[in-house]
């Protein structure tokens, strides 16, 4: 179970970083005017994208060392899931639409946007606090070395 999970985190984690990689070859065609749109926001959806794959790909790392419950570590791994391909499709489609989705307003496509962002926000602070928690537990189940 504990290597399907860590498998999960990479494979998902490669995935996101992909979409990242690939929101980048439009990056670089907002860069050279061979497409329009924001450099701003295609920058965010090339970093973002990048970035959460690459803490997916690390969280596979230490996900099985916390000290949590099967259920809990899958939700922890579930939500940094949550929010890698939140982080990777919404501010692409925050690019191709032209909406930043910073705060719940019309028009649909803001909201959809701010949907992301928030549903992101939510799951990446899920993901951390289980992630200290679990850290916290085993530190102190782990005898000093000195």
């Not at 930043?100 to 959809?112: D, I, K």
Request: some cysteine; proline content about 3%; aromatic content about 8%.
């Amino acid at each position: 179970m504990q290597t399907e999970l860590r498998l999960f985190l990479v494979r998902h984690g490669a995935v996101v970083t992909l979409l990242g990689a690939l929101s980048g070859l439009a990056y670089a065609f907002v860069l050279t005017g061979d497409l329009s749109g924001s450099m701003r926001a295609w920058h965010l959806a090339h970093l973002q994208g990048v970035l959460t794959g690459i803490l997916l790909i690390a969280a596979s790392s230490f996900i099985t060392r916390l000290s949590l419950s099967p259920a809990i570590r899958s939700a922890a791994a579930y939500s940094f899931v949550i929010t890698g391909y939140c982080y990777a499709i919404g501010p692409v489609f925050g690019a191709v639409t032209g909406v930043r989705g910073l705060e719940p307003a019309a028009p649909l496509s803001n909201l959809v946007m701010y949907t992301s962002n928030l549903v992101a926000s939510i799951s990446i602070v899920v993901g951390l606090v289980l992630t200290i928690w679990g850290a916290s537990k085993k530190q102190r189940l782990v005898p000093d070395d000195t």
